[in-house]
């Protein structure tokens, strides 16, 4: 049975590698990186000689080309599977390529390292159970104000944001949810790590909006402005015309989860 082997790689400190990682770059033949470049100065870092070894790209772009990295694999009857830093599944391309690889009949096994939500989670002071992690958020800002308008409550949320969207993202919250409590880690184990903590309305200004972000939001009640109105106009207009849609925004008003996914639930 072939295998395919996700290896969790580095943050940003070369030194997070596990015995087991390495083990596993100094012994196995056919890789598949998000980057080659990023993975061949790390062999190179740890004076792993690359002689013998097929190293390929496989990345978000590449969904189109699962099925020739399945029958690669076969052929070989294993490979490694890296993203740039952290776990090649958490925002990374590994899912698809896992789901039919699976399908496939293959074997998947885990070679674990730091991944940047847990290691956010460890060090924002938040609760962390229970926690939801959210990949990327929305890159429009009314798409955005309405996840900030879902989030529910007593829950740690953890999400990435863009470089270039950071600031303005801070500023949606502070309006959006004043009181809730935020951490921004930047750089996560590389030399100018930073973690800020604070309420959403009271954003730092010492923040520097460069590198890598993890944000955390957790608010312990539904804070949102204007929410008792809301709902008393969301009853009114059910009470006047009940149906499927109006009774699924009431509960995303009441639960604080998105009135879609409500609204499928009820009308499965």
């Known amino acids: 049975m072939s295998k395919l082997i996700l290896l969790g790689l580095p943050l940003g400190n070369i030194e997070d590698l596990s015995v087991r990682g390495k083990q596993i770059l100094e012994s196995k033949s056919l890789f598949y990186a998000e980057d080659t470049r990023n993975l061949k100065?790390?062999?190179?870092?740890?004076?792993?000689?690359?002689?013998?070894?097929?190293?390929?790209?496989?990345?978000d772009h590449q969904k189109n080309k699962i099925s020739n990295v399945i029958n690669k694999i076969k052929e070989f009857g294993e490979a490694v599977l890296?993203?740039?830093?952290?776990?090649?599944?958490?925002?990374?391309?590994?899912?698809?390529?896992?789901?039919?690889?699976?399908?496939?009949?293959?074997?998947?096994?885990?070679?674990?390292?730091?991944?940047?939500?847990?290691?956010?989670?460890?060090?924002?002071?938040?609760?962390?159970?229970?926690?939801?992690?959210?990949?990327?958020?929305?890159?429009e800002s009314a798409k955005k104000s309405e996840f900030f308008k879902a989030l529910g409550g007593n829950v740690t949320h953890i999400?990435?944001?863009?470089?270039?969207?950071?600031?303005?993202?801070?500023?949606?919250?502070?309006?959006?949810?004043?009181?809730?409590?935020?951490?921004?880690?930047?750089?996560?184990?590389?030399?100018?790590?930073?973690?800020y903590r604070f309420k959403a309305r009271d954003i730092p200004e010492n923040i520097e909006y460069r590198g890598e972000f993890v944000i955390l939001v957790r608010h312990d009640q539904q804070v949102i402005s204007g929410n008792d109105e809301k709902l008393k106009q969301l009853a009114q207009e059910y009470i006047e015309r009940p149906s499927s849609k109006g009774l699924s925004k009431i509960l995303s008003q009441c639960l604080g989860r998105n009135s879609k996914e409500i609204y499928s639930l009820l009308n499965k």
């Not at 090649?88 to 590994?94: E, F, G, L, Q, R």
Request: proline content about 10%; glycine content about 8%.
């Open 41 to 59: 100065k790390i062999f190179n870092f740890l004076d792993i000689s690359l002689e013998g070894k097929t190293i390929d790209s496989f990345h």
């Open 82 to 139: 890296v993203s740039d830093a952290g776990s090649p599944v958490v925002s990374d391309p590994a899912f698809p390529l896992i789901r039919e690889f699976l399908n496939a009949g293959g074997e998947v096994d885990s070679i674990p390292g730091p991944t940047s939500p847990m290691v956010a989670l460890e060090l924002s002071g938040l609760p962390p159970h229970p926690f939801t992690f959210h990949g990327f958020l929305p890159r």
């Open 159 to 195: 999400f990435f944001e863009g470089v270039s969207r950071v600031e303005k993202t801070l500023k949606q919250l502070a309006d959006l949810l004043p009181e809730a409590n935020v951490v921004v880690s930047r750089e996560l184990t590389k030399t100018f790590q930073s973690v």
